[in-house]
């Protein structure tokens, strides 16, 4: 299926309003309003959701090998996890992935 110039252009802007109308909705017409302690205390989990649903797909499909489970990716993400978990800092859990991630591809190519 061909698009022209202008329908995907359409199509960005009325992604890109979509999107803002559904973030609008919480902060712009929620902002001001008090959320339930409940409410609350589940949205500080969010960020734990969202970042392993965005690296998993990097890890167990990563495009470097065309789809295929790469040993070094599995290590550096164990590697990242395990260090997150034993010193709570985020920035030793990536410094650690990322290093292992290196020498594990320096080792078995």
């Not at 359409?10 to 902060?27: A, E, K, P």
């Not at 960020?47 to 990097?58: D, F």
């Not at 990242?80 to 190519?109: D, Q, R, S, W």
């Amino acid at each position: 299926m061909t698009y022209s110039t202008t329908a995907i252009w359409v199509i960005i802007i009325g992604i890109g309003l979509g999107t803002y109308m559904i973030r609008f909705s919480f902060m712009g017409a929620l902002g001001r309003a008090r959320l339930p302690e409940w409410a609350m205390r589940l949205l500080r989990y969010t960020p734990v959701a969202v970042i392993p649903g965005l690296i998993a797909p990097m890890v167990l499909w990563p495009a470097a090998t065309a789809g295929e489970p790469d040993p070094a990716r599995i290590a550096a993400a164990l590697a990242a996890a395990v260090l997150g978990v034993f010193t709570k800092n985020v920035v030793i859990a990536v410094l650690g992935g990322a290093a292992t991630l290196y020498l594990m591809l320096y080792l078995i190519g």
